[in-house]
């Protein structure tokens, strides 16, 4: 089990004459984390999801009794950071190449900057070497060092090997066949799911109206971050009862439900703040960010006291699974969602609870 999907605490002691000492603190932790932060030497590593603090028996005594007898005590090392080196001209010039292939073939920002950021580590990892002479056994001797020494998850496992495949494929002009390299198996986690009345909770708690109505938004029509960020006001179709989402995931264009609570809030919204072109808009005019976005519901989050691992994609998969409980039509939940495959909105059958108010036993049907 990865440490970064422990539930309680994790604490990885330290070798002999170690600086400092790791640990994990999972997310709901809330009032031992504002006390860790009042320890001495406490740091938080981004990258890694880890903190530490320096190897002094107090100091790590301290962290150890805010962690709780719950804590693991772990004898190996903490995940080590992927390295950051400073990029030579060549490296420069590679990523400079590829960046232009991107764009040309028309990827999205968010996979530009994913693909070039894992092309960055792996081209200063061969930086010796002629790239196009590095051999499929090298390149999955690379990602095998990723796994095994810097544990990093299975989905950046599959974006660095994407990321590589497309240089070699669309960039060096290498056969297809070249990239089977050897990936992770996928684990069958199920989507994070809140109940109706958690829902009611987090989107109602923002007194801000722009607020109230992007969290309302999200939920009623199932939508991802970049596409309501991408909405226009000429998206909203009162007159069709629908949401036009223009060029979503894949570059494609669907609908989606536009609820009657929604439109009334939407055009009470409209008649605050006027949005010009973009439905919902920055302060200084333009598309509304997705940190901003973030920020506000985690906010609401923490102010409603409910799943303290909740984002708002989970207001999606709610959306999802609320429309199955109550008896949608599973392709037209797919179409909704905007997934190709309806294997993938399938996963939302799994969710929904099964107890014995919604499932009998055959022992029920025994006779006594």
Known sequence: MSVYSSKVPVFFVPENKAKRVKFFLPFHYFKQRQRIKQVPSVFFHYHQKLWSVLNIPKYVDQIKDICGPECIYKNVKAPQAVPQKVCSENVIHQL??????????????????????????????????????????????????????????????????????????????????YYNITRPKKSKSLPNVLSKDEVHLIINAPKNIKHKAILHTIYSAGLRISELINLRVCDVRSDEGCLFIKGAKGKKDRRTVLSPILLDLLRTYYKVHKPSYWLFEGQTGGQYSANSIQTLFRRAVKSTHVNPWATPHTLRHSFATHLIQ??????????????????????????????NRTVQSPLDFLKS
């Open 96 to 177: 400079g190449v590829v960046k232009k292939q991107l764009i040309l073939k028309g990827y999205s920002i968010n996979t530009q900057k994913t693909y070039l950021h894992e092309l960055k580590q792996f081209f200063n990892y061969f930086e010796s070497w002629n790239y196009e002479e590095i051999t499929k056994e090298q390149i999955e001797s690379y990602v095998y060092v990723l796994v095994s020494k810097f544990k990093i998850s299975e989905s950046k496992q599959n974006c660095c090997i994407n990321a590589i495949k497309f240089y070699y494929e669309h960039v060096c002009g290498k056969p297809r066949e």
């Open 326 to 355: 109550n008896g949608t039509n599973m392709r037209m939940v797919q179409d909704m969602l905007g997934h190709n495959s309806s294997k993938t909105t399938e996963i939302y059958t799994h969710v929904i609870a099964i107890n």
